[in-house]
Nanobody
Framework: QVQLVESGGGLVQVGGSLRLSCAAS????????MGWFRQAPGKEREFVAA????????DYADSVKGRFTISRGNARNTVYLQMNSLKPEDPAVYYC???????????????????WGQGTQVTVSS
């Protein structure tokens, strides 16, 4: 059974930081390109950050560049999203997503991903 489990969400003040984690199991996600997406109420799901299976390639949405950092754990089946300098426009449910294989790229297109978790809520207070 394929599972992606996000954690680390919560309430933080504007300017604060959170670190989201995504633990993958059920298949060899260490060989999968992975990404983070987010969805705020009334809005479509949007790309946040992506990382290739090796960790050698990353990509970020313009809105989070310089503030968020995506990385993989040593075993590469865990992905992190370090979020610094959080802004009022960052609150959303954040989803971890995985591609079906080793494509070797940090992919921003939502349609490229085959698996996703239940999400973790991020709330930013002013």
């Amino acid at each position: 059974q394929v599972q992606l489990v996000e954690s680390g969400g919560g309430l933080v003040q504007v300017g604060g930081s959170l670190r989201l984690s995504c633990a993958a199991s059920g298949r060899t996600f260490s060989s999968s390109d992975m990404g983070w997406f987010r969805q705020a109420p009334g809005k479509e799901r949007e790309f946040v950050a992506a990382i290739s299976w090796s960790g050698g390639s990353t990509d970020y949405a313009d809105s989070v560049k310089g503030r968020f950092t995506i990385s993989r754990g040593n075993a590469r089946n865990t992905v992190y999203l370090q979020m610094n300098s959080l802004k009022p426009e960052d609150p959303a449910v954040y989803y971890c997503e995985a591609r079906s294989g080793r494509f070797g790229s940090a992919q921003a297109r939502a349609s490229a991903y085959a698996f996703w978790g239940q999400g973790t809520q991020v709330t930013v207070s002013s």
